[in-house]
């Protein structure tokens, strides 16, 4: 029997030994290190699973140059780089990683709302500089008795709700899909409006969609406390980037802190950089080494499922099921 044809589109890890282990005798393996269709889809076009980490976006016309591809594994937890209209109109199955960084999502939301709270990063340089004082940080207020908004309200965010809670903080959620008490976790459901102008500190957790694509602009970011601070460990666009410099030169926040941006990486020559009151890392808030072997193991997991005929764990578009490539 021929062994299947696997593409790696795109990978930021050292090692491939996990891959090859889970589909050793199955598969061979095509690792590449690609960033859009065009330069995978040379190697792509006669495999019968494709693991994708970044590279895309994977549309229709992609897939259509895929004909044996049954199935589209996402490293990752997000998969709005790929057409999933498309993909099940074309019987390919789509899945993703839904909870292998979750702790460390939280965990850094934490960090950046801490670093926020208590000017770290400001009072890193202002040393870094030469100086040695602390009234150029003012105001700091504790974290007990402040408010945080969690936009979305899916597994990372109620995380983030339990820690905040430990800290006193009073947790609020918007999220049109979660019922009041649906989840035995810190949080009162409101209305984003509402959100926004309660909360000390707005920390976003949506999935990326046509209907949160730029959510957080010019409107919504007038509605928040003047004092507040915008984190986002979510999606860059969610957030209208324009917009967010407006309101940072306008002075109707108190600043940011965002694990990614869009676009992304940022420009060397961009307004957000260069701010005291702006934190911007490298979309780190995925990795610890713990999670990065969920994060391996996950994808190549799925395709082994789908190329030895069984249903796999996390499947984003369960309609494909009856009417795939995989007769699964």
């Not at 030994?17 to 995978?40: H, I, Q, S, W, Y």
């Not at 990752?76 to 909870?99: F, K, Q, R, S």
């Not at 949506?206 to 694509?213: A, E, K, N, S």
Request: glycine share 8%.
């Amino acid at each position: 029997m021929s062994l299947a044809k696997v593409v790696l589109t795109d990978y930021v890890w050292e090692s491939l030994d996990v891959e090859k282990r889970t589909l050793d005798g199955l598969a061979n393996l095509v690792a590449l290190k690609t960033k859009t269709p065009d330069e995978f889809l040379g190697e792509a076009a006669d495999c019968d699973a494709l693991l994708n980490t970044y590279a895309g976006p994977i549309t229709a016309e992609a897939m259509a140059k895929m004909p044996k591809c049954r199935i589209i594994a996402r490293y990752g937890i997000g998969v709005d780089t790929i057409d999933l209209e498309a993909a099940t109109a074309a019987g390919i199955i789509v899945t993703n990683n839904p909870t292998y960084c979750i702790e460390e999502v939280a965990e850094h939301t934490l960090a950046l709302l801490l670093a926020c709270a208590r000017k770290v990063a400001f009072y890193d340089r202002l040393v870094r500089a030469g100086r040695w004082e602390v009234p150029p940080g003012k105001p700091i207020r504790r974290l007990a008795g402040l408010t945080l908004g969690l936009v979305g309200f899916g597994n990372i965010a109620r995380q983030v709700a339990v820690r905040a809670a430990a800290f006193g903080m009073r947790i609020l959620y918007a999220d049109p899909f979660v019922k009041e008490g649906q989840f035995e976790v810190p949080g009162t459901k409101v209305e984003l409006d509402a959100l926004l102008g309660e909360s000390d500190f707005v920390s976003l957790h949506p999935p990326l969609t046509p209907q949160t694509r730029g959510m957080i602009d010019d409107g919504t970011l007038a509605k928040m406390k003047p004092g507040a601070f915008l984190i986002n460990c979510s999606r860059g666009p969610v957030v209208d980037t324009g917009a967010l410099v407006r309101a940072l030169d306008a002075k109707r926040i108190a600043g940011c802190a965002l694990d990614t941006v869009d676009p992304e990486p940022l420009p060397e020559a961009h307004p957000l950089r260069g701010r005291e009151n702006v934190i911007v890392l490298p979309h780190a808030a995925w990795y610890s080494e713990q999670a990065m072997a969920g994060l391996q193991a996950g994808a190549p997991g799925e395709v082994r499922r789908v190329l030895t005929g069984q249903w796999p764990v996390n499947v984003v578009n369960p309609a494909v099921r009856g009417r795939n490539r995989a007769g699964l």
